[in-house]
């Protein structure tokens, strides 16, 4: 088959260890033999952001603003022991929090479903997909240790002089305080990205909240939500055939686990990060699940939700082939590709990426899966594959169905 070709190029973003070499890989055995991949690359592993002052990271994020699609190898985020291991001159942030507040977008995650690895949740037979909120709450939030008896207050100053105060709690005792925010234009935006998304996989939308305990802070993401939904939305909604339904957490999480799946389940920042966990490990594995973020102005970011594999790199410097699992990566860039053709109107690549996703759960189905997988594989025999055997099993699969 002639290479398929490319018009705009993808802001390619290069991770860090076990996930840096699935990178090469993926490329190396199924991409480029098939595409003629046009890419901005930026460099965002460890040792380049210290070498960059992470200006590396900033570059990329402001690139991907202007071409609207990037694809994101897994990095490194440092902390103590990273300083150590990689020399750095500052314990630089963590890349994905540092392009989603430039983004300031919304992460969905999606479960990969093979046959022979089902559901620890019977009733869940299609996905579910979790839009989590990526700012604010506690992520960003104000901790203190209270010493012993006092009254502690919320303050806010407003810059004509205005001061608005409230009593949190008079203490007789030793405690402990939090102060916490949210923004109204980070929760318009993270509606819009739910609502965009929703109607562009024409599924349902969840929303879920403790409103009726937070009746200011939580009913403002309910508040927020509904106006978005009647004003920009309904009408769109209702020709794709597809509703809005808001609940609060806990009828939620109970609904979720008797649902049938095949929803987008949107979160608040906290509850997102527990849940899709949650969904991801009731799934298999995290090496099994997409990860997009969707920003209000439509710009596209595909990575993979789990981390960079530390055990498996430091088995691989030892010369050892590893089973790392390369299929959330593999998704990132096949998510990525399918987008940036269907904006540029190339159905063949969008379609070829597809077929690259179908062949790979193919792969899976006819019992060649990395390790991880063959331990959960109900359909035996399962066949144990380092990541490049699996990554050229994959790439036979594409071939047969090419020739089909
Ligand atoms: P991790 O890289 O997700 O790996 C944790 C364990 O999960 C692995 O040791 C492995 O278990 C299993 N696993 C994860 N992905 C797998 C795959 N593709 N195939 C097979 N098994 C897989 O998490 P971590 O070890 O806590 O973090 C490592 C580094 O990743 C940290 O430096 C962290 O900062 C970074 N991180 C980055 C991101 C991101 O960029 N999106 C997200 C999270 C963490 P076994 O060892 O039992 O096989
Ligand atoms: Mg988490």
Same mark, same amino acid.
């Given at each position: 088959m002639k290479k398929?070709?490319?018009?705009?190029?993808?802001?390619?973003?290069?991770?860090?260890?076990?996930?840096?070499?699935?990178?090469?890989?993926?490329?190396d055995i199924l991409l480029n033999p098939l595409i003629e991949l046009k890419t901005e690359y930026f460099d965002l592993g460890l040792p380049n952001r210290d070498a960059t002052a992470d200006q590396v990271t900033l570059d990329a994020a402001k690139r991907t603003r202007e071409l609207g699609v990037a694809v994101k190898c897994a990095t490194i985020t440092p902390n103590a022991q990273r300083m150590d291991e990689y020399h750095?001159?500052?314990?630089?942030?963590?890349?994905?929090?540092?392009?989603?507040?430039?983004?300031?977008?919304?992460?969905?995650?999606?479960?990969?479903?093979?046959?022979?690895?089902?559901?620890?949740?019977?009733?869940?037979?299609?996905?579910?997909?979790?839009?989590?909120?990526?700012?604010?709450?506690? /992520?960003?939030?104000?901790? =203190?240790?209270?010493?012993? #008896? !006092?009254? +502690?207050?919320? &303050?806010?100053?407003?810059?004509?002089?205005?001061?608005?105060?409230?009593?949190?709690?008079?203490f007789s005792g030793p405690g402990v305080i939090l102060g916490m925010n949210n923004t109204d234009a980070s929760i318009y935006a993270f509606a819009r990205s739910c609502f965009s998304y929703a109607l562009a996989l024409g599924q349902d939308l969840w929303f879920s909240t403790k409103d009726t305990i937070s009746k200011t802070y939580d009913h403002r993401f309910k508040d927020i939500f509904q106006e978005v939904y009647s004003s920009e939305f309904k009408a769109q909604f209702d020709q794709a055939g597809i509703t809005y339904f808001y609940t609060l957490i806990d009828?939620?999480?109970?609904?979720?686990?008797?649902?049938?799946?095949?929803?987008?389940?949107?979160?608040?920042? /906290?509850?997102?990060?527990? =849940?899709?966990?949650?969904? #991801? !490990?009731? +799934?298999?594995? &995290?090496?099994?699940?997409?990860?997009?973020?969707?920003?209000?102005?439509?710009i596209y970011e595909y990575e993979a939700a789990h981390g960079t594999v530390t055990r498996h790199y430091y088995r691989y410097l030892k010369g050892e082939?590893?089973?790392?699992?390369?299929?959330?990566?593999?998704?990132?860039?096949?998510?990525?590709?399918?987008?940036?053709?269907?904006?540029?109107?190339?159905?063949?690549?969008?379609?070829?990426?597809?077929?690259?996703?179908?062949?790979?759960?193919?792969?899976?189905?006819?019992?060649?899966?990395?390790?991880?997988?063959?331990?959960?594989?109900?359909?035996?025999?399962?066949?144990?594959?380092?990541?490049?055997?699996?990554?050229?099993?994959?790439?036979?699969?594409?071939?047969?169905k090419l020739n089909d």
């Open positions: 398929l070709t490319m018009k705009t190029p993808l802001v390619e973003m290069d991770g860090d260890e076990m996930t840096r070499v699935v990178w090469q890989q993926i490329k750095l001159h500052q314990m630089w942030k963590s890349p994905n929090g540092t392009i989603r507040a430039y983004l300031d977008g919304t992460v969905f995650r999606t479960p990969i479903l093979v046959e022979g690895l089902k559901p620890l949740v019977s009733s869940w037979k299609k996905p579910i997909t979790l839009a989590r909120h990526a700012y604010g709450d506690i /992520y960003r939030d104000s901790e =203190m240790r209270v010493e012993g #008896a !006092s009254e +502690c207050s919320l &303050l806010i100053k407003y810059p004509d002089g205005q001061v608005k105060t409230q009593k949190i709690f008079e009828d939620a999480v109970a609904r979720v686990m008797r649902s049938e799946g095949g929803f987008i389940w949107a979160c608040k920042n /906290y509850d997102g990060d527990v =849940m899709s966990d949650m969904i #991801a !490990s009731a +799934c298999g594995s &995290l090496a099994m699940m997409t990860s997009v973020l969707v920003s209000p102005d439509h082939q590893t089973s790392t699992n390369p299929m959330a990566t593999l998704f990132a860039w096949t998510g990525a590709l399918a987008k940036r053709a269907q904006l540029d109107h190339l159905p063949k690549l969008e379609a070829l990426a597809h077929l690259i996703e179908s062949a790979s759960l193919a792969t899976i189905e006819a019992g060649n899966m990395t390790g991880d997988l063959a331990r959960q594989f109900d359909r035996k025999p399962a066949k144990p594959l380092t990541t490049a055997e699996f990554l050229t099993a994959i790439a036979e699969t594409v071939k047969d």
